[in-house]
């Protein structure tokens, strides 16, 4: 879908870009929430006499697996409700270009493994939707997809 026909079909179906602060504070969410099931899930694993560098050491180990839990997270809610719990709280989902409707699972996967490049490289992906007139991450631009207001 050309940039025009994307803009005739959002008017016709009164469709309109999620603001960066709504897509901050859903992001914000949405971090919070993964904080909280990962720590559920490994808190039993550290154990209570450890010394901060042990605990740091502990921590630092299990990163690869809050990266899965990340991908998982926003791929699945992405690709089932267009939209993750932090989305869904501030009323914004995320919609493909080719079809203005929820991803598909490979869309959603890409976009959830591209999203954790973007927040790698210093968030430079996040950053450049302030420079983007469609607000489009890095990984929206993968997948392409754009996030809107939820009707």
């Known amino acids: 879908m050309t940039n025009e026909e994307l803009i005739e079909k959002f008017e016709s179906e009164n469709i309109t870009l999620a603001s960066l602060q709504k897509r901050g504070l859903a992001y914000f969410i949405d971090e919070i929430l993964i904080s909280v099931l990962f720590s559920l899930i ?29 991908v998982i997270y926003q791929t699945y809610f992405v690709w089932m409700y267009g939209a993750t719990l932090g989305r869904i709280a501030m009323k914004i989902r995320v919609i493909s270009t080719d079809d203005l409707e929820n991803p598909s699972f490979l869309l959603s996967l890409s976009r959830a493994a591209f999203r954790i490049i973007s927040e790698s490289i210093f968030y430079l992906g996040f950053l450049w939707a302030a420079l983007n007139p469609k607000r489009e991450t890095w990984h929206d631009k993968v997948a392409s997809t754009l996030v809107v207001n939820a009707n």
């Open 42 to 70: 490994y808190f039993d694993q550290i154990p209570e006499n450890m010394s901060t560098e042990e605990m740091i050491g502990a921590i630092n180990s299990l990163f690869g697996y809050v990266v899965v839990l990340k």
